[in-house]
């Protein structure tokens, strides 16, 4: 078991899935308040609300380990206005500045593939100049949720540091536990999960008033090819679930596999693989952005078994 802390926690979901694996959260931060809310009502009150930059690294507790997604938007290729100038790419540096100072054993920090190619590569060399000069041995990958059993193709980078002090031979990243069989060394591998048998047995938003977050609008589909209008193959595992859009207007919402409607923060809950009875507060958008912009807990914890069985050795 370690005791890590959060940074850019959101609702929880890398926590959750650390958490399942056998680890304590000691200390997590995020600053989006519903989200904050939403930890604090399904994690507990490890969780505080601010600014990770006003918060000097005394305050935070000594750990095991510290985890984060430092913020994406900046940095995603469904961003068409990215830049190497957005202040949002920059916000890694606090994670940097708490592993810089508590000296954890490990850290594990996840952000979009499209980080490795903004400035054509240079903003991941930034990166990981910073993480390596904190003193850590940083490893990089790109991750599929539906190789690990999450019923979504949501490839992500994840950058894995271990403390130069340590003789780490960790497994990571883990091996897959969900694909194709194709040869004789793949037959522990089971089907990848589908978004239909991944939703099948949840009802109808209107057959189902007391499900939580399980509302729906009346925004009617029409299929064009573009992001959030594109038809999805109940066979297979969902397209990424993402959190385009603004605070001041809609978000971008995958359609349900039946064709009728758009999915239910519930149901999108349920293809990042959060439990059914995990609750999110604040209004429906406010829900979606929050699922939207989660690690997969069941990718997480994954993550967090092959590593907490190998920390042991070290």
């Known amino acids: 078991m370690m005791e890590v802390v959060s940074l850019f926690s959101g609702a ?9 694996a056998g680890n304590s959260v000691v200390w997590a931060n995020d600053n989006f308040k519903d989200a904050v809310e939403t930890y604090k009502l399904n994690l507990g009150d490890t969780i505080i609300l601010g ?18 997604g430092f913020p994406c938007q900046g940095f995603s290729i469904a961003n068409w206005k990215r830049k190497l100038v957005d202040t949002r790419n920059f916000l890694y540096q606090e994670m940097v500045r708490v592993i810089r100072d508590k000296q954890p054993r490990f850290f594990l920090a996840e952000n979009v593939k499209g980080l490795a190619s903004l400035g054509q590569g240079r903003a991941l060399q930034a990166i ?10 940083v490893h990089t990958t790109v991750l599929n949720a539906a190789d690990y059993g999450v019923p979504q193709n949501r490839e992500r980078l994840f950058l894995f540091g ?7 031979e960790g497994l990571f990243p883990p091996p897959p536990t969900h694909g194709e069989r194709n ?8 089907p990848k999960l589908s978004v239909g048998d991944a939703l099948k ?11 939580p977050n399980h509302t729906c609008s009346k925004y009617k589909l029409t299929f064009n090819g573009y992001l959030g209008h594109r038809a999805l193959d109940p066979a297979k595992p969902s397209p990424t679930v993402t959190a385009r859009g603004d605070e001041r207007g809609g978000v971008v ?18 293809i990042q693989s959060f439990p059914e009875d995990f609750v999110f507060v604040g209004s429906r958008t406010s829900a979606y952005r929050q699922i939207a912009n989660a690690v997969p807990p069941r990718l997480a914890e994954s993550i967090s078994r092959a590593l907490v069985v190998k920390a042991r050795e070290s």
């Open 162 to 168: 271990v403390r130069n002090d340590l003789k780490f």
């Open 183 to 190: 040869s004789m060394f793949d037959l522990n591998l089971r």
């Open 12 to 20: 929880g979901g890398m926590d959750l899935g650390f958490i399942r």
């Open 128 to 137: 990981l100049r910073d993480f390596s000069g904190a003193g850590y041995k």
């Open 201 to 211: 047995g949840i009802p109808e938003p209107d057959d189902a008033p007391n499900m």
């Open 51 to 68: 600014d990770i930059r006003a918060i000097p690294s005394k305050s935070i507790p000594k750990c095991d380990m510290v985890i984060g």
């Open 253 to 270: 919402v995958l359609p349900h596999p039946n064709g009728r409607r758009r999915m239910t923060a519930r149901e999108l809950a349920i």
